[in-house]
């Protein structure tokens, strides 16, 4: 029968589906023959592993992406010719594979993976390719696949009977295309197919001719110092970056005035600014806009793949003398804040990891999720944290309770006050209908307004207050509520306020978050003369201008990841296309004017290509101007292999297990590699770094453990492991009087664990065993039988 169809018979689905299935089987055998290979040439620890069931899974997907696209190919050959379009789909699969197992060659040999670029790859003088196995397997593939696709001819029948099934499945395999691949399991046809595509594709790739095109030199653009009276000191600085802050609750004419009572107030007596606007739609975005005046890359700024050179307020006052910190109740690990605050060496890092005991975090949400801790307790947290006495200070605070799904303490407690609130209200039908349908939104802006007004009361009392001055501005207009045009989401007050401000002002200007670093920086530099880089490249230039527009000025927005659509140019606002003229109240005007039009545009294309350029190519600011120099950790192909072969995903809590289970096995050097590729990612994973000094004790190297583990206790106080683990090295390393000492800390923190209780008494035991060691005496009020059972 088989036979017989060769000559002149069409052929059907019936013949079709071995074809795919066959060229499934042999992209599963070339998947096996990777690892067995890496096996054997020591990367891998075995071929039979979860990077291997990940590559059988994307090998399904890519094959049913095949079978769908070639389904249409085979049947229109088929008509116009009988055999037609079974002889090119046998052909164009054999190619396939014989591509794939090109590729794979190539992977295995040098152990990166092509993409678009595959001809200067293979020239480069690093590349490294032997065609002998290629010739040794190739042969042996495109026979497997004639073999199977024959063969495989008989489970048709099967098949055509779960049709509907087929469906399912073709659909669940389509959706393993989008997750998350590492080389080592990736097809590397998809990839090589998919990055020539979205090259092709790019269509805002910037072709200007300066290397740096954000780059110019330094020039100071004071206009903040006729409004302050700074002394001889240089003042302390505390920036409020408040969640989902927007003007339609502070500012001029707000849509629902009477919400923050107290953030109202402090207009009274502050720079508030009336046209003022957020440069993202996204929370997490905020930060590199205010601290760094840094464009977004594709997906935030933060998320950018590898260090990109820039200058914050974080680095240049940190040179200046300044001390530094952020403070957040939530987890800063979320979209590698933690890593960009990290890079910046910011002096001391409060987030949920930092909290302790005695604060509870807010309720979880349906998936059982708590964003962190409640923005009373951060302020209260914050303040009295210790050992951070030098001034000046640079101190930024971002709430989380305004936010989705605004979970805050005594909820009912604000929904009380919102209905007596309502009560007495003077604002529309349509608002207080909105207010009602959203209480948990309203309730939450009214705890975190007294939230801030307690963080000020308290602060008042401090001996430096004289000589600090406050910043808040929101995050982004929140977005769960309805906004009056396209623009609503992006307005967001700002406010400059404190003991050092002259008096009262409202600025009609434009101005943006990226406008802070560089006028704040200018202000300082006047004043101080600052140690500043001769050259600089952030996105703002002011706050203060004479009119409301400055014709030249342009404000890029970040709507979300992979979200730019939106761009002011002087008083002109595009989004999705549309372009509209602003008034002095920023509301939007239509606009018809196609000079004006093309001249918006063109200057929004070149930015965007200009934001995607200098965050992927690193093209900020170069390596010799750049402020702190970024902390590398190398990791070599051979290594790079392992660890994916290990570890794929963003769970880097089932890495952190992974590496504990190779610490505990002995592996030593497999764990701490697999800890030093967590902590690359995720600088603040305290497990992983406490590990890292349980692994260097285990090993006997108690110096570099005292090290690692000393830093981590520094970094998170309140975190009993720490304590557990360096009271450990202490004692296996005779130095037991250290561990007396670091009771003390351990007190002043407030750490309340019966391990570390007991370790300490071990230590106390152990000392007193030992005729020749005398006890240290211990002053203060730390008693000499601290943590031992009364």
């Known amino acids: 029968m088989e036979k017989n169809k060769d000559i002149g018979e069409k052929r059907t689905l019936r013949d079709f589906i071995p074809l795919v299935l066959g060229c499934y089987g042999c992209l599963a055998l070339l998947g096996l023959y990777q690892h067995i290979r890496l096996f054997f040439a020591g990367v891998l620890d075995s071929f039979l592993n979860k990077s291997f069931l990940l590559l059988l899974m994307h090998h399904i997907g890519f094959t049913a992406v095949l079978g769908l696209i070639f389904a249409f190919i085979f049947n229109f050959l088929e008509r116009k010719k009988p055999g037609l379009g079974y002889r090119t789909v046998q052909w164009v699969f054999s190619v396939i594979l014989v591509l794939e197992g090109l590729l794979i060659e190539y992977y295995i040999q040098n152990y990166e993976i092509l993409g678009f670029g595959i001809a200067s790859a293979l020239n480069s003088n690093n590349a490294h390719y032997s065609l002998i196995p290629v010739f040794l397997t190739l042969p042996i593939l495109v026979l497997s696949y004639y073999y199977l696709s024959r063969k495989l001819v008989s ?134 806009s205010i601290i760094g005046s840094l464009p977004f890359g594709d997906t935030g700024f933060t998320n950018a793949e590898g260090f990109v050179n820039r200058h914050t307020l974080f680095a240049i006052l940190k040179r200046n003398g300044y001390a530094t910190s952020f403070n957040y109740g939530g987890n800063t690990a979320l979209n590698h804040i933690d890593r960009f605050l990290d890079e910046e060496r910011v002096d001391r890092v409060l987030d949920k990891n930092n909290f302790g005991e005695s604060y509870v975090m807010q309720e979880t949400d349906a998936a059982g999720i708590s964003l962190g801790y409640p923005d009373k307790d951060l302020f209260e947290k914050g303040m009295s944290l210790t050992g951070f006495a030098q001034s000046p200070r640079l101190d930024v605070y971002q709430t989380l309770s305004s936010r989705s799904p605004y979970l805050i ?203 995607s350029y200098v965050t992927k190519a690193n093209r900020i600011i170069p390596d010799g101007d750049i402020i702190y120099t970024p902390k590398k950790t190398n990791f070599s192909k051979q290594d790079m292999v392992w660890i994916h072969s290990v570890f794929n995903g963003k769970d880097f809590d089932q890495a952190y297990a992974s590496a504990r289970d190779l610490a505990h096995a002995q592996d030593w050097d497999r764990a701490l590699l697999l800890c ?112 031992v059972d009364s």
């Open 155 to 288: 489970i048709y029948r099967p098949i055509s009977r779960m049709y509907p099934f087929t469906i399912i499945l073709f659909s669940i395999f389509l959706a393993t295309l989008n997750s998350d691949k590492k080389p080592i399991n990736e097809n590397k046809t998809q990839h090589l197919i998919v990055s020539t595509i979205e090259h092709t594709f790019e269509f805002n790739t910037y072709e200007g001719e300066a290397e740096y095109p954000l780059l110019t030199s330094y020039q100071a653009k004071d206009v903040l110092a006729p409004h302050l009276n700074l002394g001889t000191e240089k003042p302390n600085i505390v920036i409020l970056i408040v969640e989902g802050l927007g003007s339609d609750f502070v500012g001029q004419d707000p849509r629902y005035p009477g919400f923050t009572p107290f953030l109202n107030t402090l207009r009274n007596d502050a720079l508030t600014w009336d046209n003022f606007i957020s440069n993202t739609g996204e929370s997490t975005a905020a930060l590199p």
């Open 676 to 787: 030093r590729y967590i902590l690359k990612e995720i600088p603040r994973h305290a497990d992983t770094e406490i590990l890292m000094g349980r692994i260097y004790s285990w090993q006997k190297d108690y110096a570099k453990s005292i090290t690692v583990l000393e830093e981590a206790i520094r970094k998170y106080p309140t975190y009993a492991d720490g304590y557990a683990a360096l009271l450990d090295t202490f004692f296996w390393s005779d130095q037991h009087n250290r561990a007396i000492d670091l009771s003390i800390r351990i007190k002043e923190n407030g750490i309340d664990s019966d391990k570390v209780e007991s370790k300490v008494l071990r230590a106390r035991k152990k000392l007193g065993s030992l005729e020749k060691i005398e006890r240290p005496k211990m002053d203060g009020p730390i008693a000499e039988n601290s943590f």
């Open 409 to 611: 303490p005594n909820r009912k407690r604000y929904e009380h006050k919102l209905d007596r609130l309502l009560q007495e209200t003077t604002i529309g039908k349509k608002e207080q209908k909105i207010v009602q349908n959203h209480k948990e939104i309203f309730a939450s802006l009214m705890y975190t307004d007294e939230a801030i007004r307690k963080f000020l009361t308290d602060y008042r009392k401090r001996p430096d207050y004289n000589n600090t001055l406050f910043l808040l501005t929101g995050t982004h207009n929140l977005t769960d509520l309805p906004h009056n045009d396209e623009l609503g989401r992006y307005k967001v007050p700002l406010i400059i306020f404190g003991p050092l401000v002259k008096k009262p002002k409202r600025i009609k200007s434009l101005a943006s978050h990226a406008d802070i670093v560089p006028s704040l920086v200018s202000l300082l530099d006047s004043a101080y003369d600052l140690k500043l880089p001769q050259q600089v490249a952030w996105l703002g230039t002011r706050l203060l201008d004479s009119e409301i527009f400055d014709p030249t000025k342009q404000i890029s927005l970040f709507r979300g990841k992979n979200n730019i659509q939106d761009f002011i140019m002087g008083p002109y606002y595009l989004t999705d296309n549309s372009i509209y003229r602003m008034d002095e109240n920023l509301q939007l005007m239509n606009l018809e004017d196609d000079v004006v039009e093309k001249q918006v545009k063109l200057g929004f294309s070149y930015f965007k290509s200009v934001n």
